[in-house]
């Protein structure tokens, strides 16, 4: 079963978010906070995949993406977008009571979720980030971004097919990045020592985000943390070629911390 609504986030705004429930009784739920400048629809293959598994699987659209309302991928503050996905997980905690919730977030989404998991994490079985990370420091500075270039889409996918859909996807934002939006991020590499829950950490090597992901995993708090690094997969490697062998190892991921108690 697939539906779609809204929630009244920070500041009244009106932000979009679906979910997917399988026919049977849902054994855990999974809440996806998406990437910069996409949206939650991306995630729809993924959802399938865990609601065969007897997952419920809710995903929002942040502030200012797909159909949430906002000024198109602007934040004043990097916590908003947290604190709208407090609210976002208080509702999903009301449709499911006594069940686990597992948080997964995507690059900036990941940021997102580690930064949520830092004040909240009591509350969560688990966290898994996808193609996040955090600098160690002793990476050089990227070149600077010429005034109104938008995002490149070559490091996100191997698939054209992918490419062409993001290309082409009204709801994708295809603008500038806005200034200033890395500084807002920083708090992350200071937050995540904080972290103590499990965590699954997962990221293409065929991009910076390995790198990041090692970072983020010899820093990160918890111990119980796992890292799967994947040779050849580029940013994305939920829309990789590979994505069935990535959904499967969340699946054994999550599978072995659905034996914990509650």
Do not use: C
Not at 238 to 262: R, S, Y
């Amino acid at each position: 079963m697939h539906k779609e609504t809204y929630f009244k986030g920070l500041e009244n705004l009106n932000l979009y978010y679906q979910y997917w429930i399988s026919s049977g009784e849902t054994r855990a739920v999974l809440m996806v906070a998406h990437g910069f400048a996409e949206h939650s629809g991306r995630y729809g293959h993924l959802a399938e995949y865990f609601e065969t598994r007897g997952y419920a699987v809710y995903a929002l659209d942040h502030r200012g993406h797909g159909k949430s309302d906002g000024v198109r991928v602007y934040v004043e503050r990097f916590s908003d977008y947290v604190d709208d996905l407090k609210t976002f997980f208080d509702i999903i905690r009301e449709n499911n009571p006594g069940k686990r919730i597992f948080l997964i977030g995507h690059s900036m989404g990941s940021a997102i979720a580690l930064l949520y998991a830092a004040r909240f994490q009591n509350e969560l079985a688990g966290l898994v980030t996808s193609g996040g990370g955090i600098n160690s420091g002793s990476e050089p500075a990227p070149p600077p971004r010429p005034v109104g270039q938008p995002l490149p889409t070559n490091f996100l996918s191997r698939d054209p097919k992918v490419i062409e859909a993001y290309v082409n996807d009204p709801l994708v934002y295809r603008g500038p990045v806005p200034d200033g939006l890395g500084g807002k991020m920083t708090a992350v590499s200071d937050m995540v020592p904080l972290i103590e829950l499990p965590v699954l950490i997962m990221a293409g090597n065929a991009v910076a985000d390995g790198t990041r992901s090692k970072t983020l995993f010899d820093r990160i708090g918890s111990k119980d943390k796992t890292l799967k690094l994947y040779d050849g997969l580029r940013h994305e490697i939920f829309n990789e070629p590979e994505h069935l062998q990535v959904f499967d190892d969340m699946a054994v991921w999550l599978e072995d911390h659905m034996k914990e108690d509650l």
